[in-house]
């Protein structure tokens, strides 16, 4: 539901959830409509984030199905985002990953989208895929230690989306994120999110995208924030998107 380029998203930030899940699969795709209704898609990539033929490619496969309703008030995309070998090698993450995505339409100035997925690994890193230099994801540098067997997460979020007038809109953004090994962020703990952001088109080619969050983890011995430091965090943000 969340995109890559800042200006297909609700919000200036992004979700927990969506910081610890694939971002990019290179490969080949297909996406066939069935009818105004029912539409398929199946692609075949090197797994997720990594490009093909490298040492820690992998042959993985994708395979979707999207429902709209004929009032277009609801609509439904689940699938597999990623399913393959799911094996930690080459200190590269080629995770499985499942998800759905649920539309729904209360009115023409009222609606929300809510996504949720599931995504694990057989003998992950604690903190994810590591990097040459000592940059990881999770706390540290350097490779994690490696957790044996199964290791999952699970993401929740929750986008309510008001509009206000034909160049505003009010966005509520809830999001849960449950690290259930301290794979994905270096932490064992669930993450909690609360998001109010408001967007003002000034013109087609000018937004404006301020917001307040804040975060949390349900753990009280356990501090992921500032570095390990902190079991909680407050963020006030703004940006500007200019099209040309």
Not at 38 to 62: H, K, V, Y
Not at 72 to 91: D, I, M, V
Not at 169 to 193: E, K, P, V
Request: net charge negative; aromatic share 14%; glycine share 10%.
């Amino acid at each position: 539901m969340e995109a890559q380029l800042s200006p297909d998203n609700y919000l200036a930030t992004h979700s927990v959830m969506f910081s610890y899940d694939p971002f990019t699969e290179t490969g080949i795709q297909a996406t066939i409509m069935l009818n105004p209704q029912w539409t398929i898609e199946f692609a075949l990539d090197a797994g997720n984030d990594m490009n093909i033929g490298t040492n820690s490619s992998r042959l993985t496969g994708q395979a979707f199905v999207r429902y709209v309703a004929k009032n277009n008030n609801n609509s439904l995309w689940l699938g597999f985002n990623e399913l393959g070998r799911g094996t930690y090698e080459n200190s590269h993450d080629n995770l499985n990953h499942v998800a759905g995505v649920w539309g729904h339409k209360f009115s023409n100035s009222v609606h929300m989208m809510t996504e949720a997925y599931y995504e694990w690994e057989r003998d992950a890193a604690l903190g994810g895929s590591a990097s040459d230099g000592p940059v990881r994801y999770g706390a540290g540098g350097g490779q994690g230690t490696i957790i044996p067997g199964i290791s999952g997460a699970t993401g929740f979020v929750n986008y309510f989306n008001i509009q206000t007038s034909p160049k505003d809109y009010l966005c509520i953004r809830n999001d849960y994120l449950r690290d259930m090994n301290g794979w994905r962020t270096g932490f064992q703990t669930s993450y909690i999110s609360h998001t109010l952001g408001f967007v003002h088109h000034f013109a087609n080619w000018l937004t404006f995208r301020p917001e307040i969050r804040y975060d949390y983890n349900l753990d009280n011995d356990v501090t992921p924030y500032d570095l390990g430091t902190k079991k909680n965090q407050f963020v006030a943000t703004m940006d500007m998107i200019v099209r040309f």
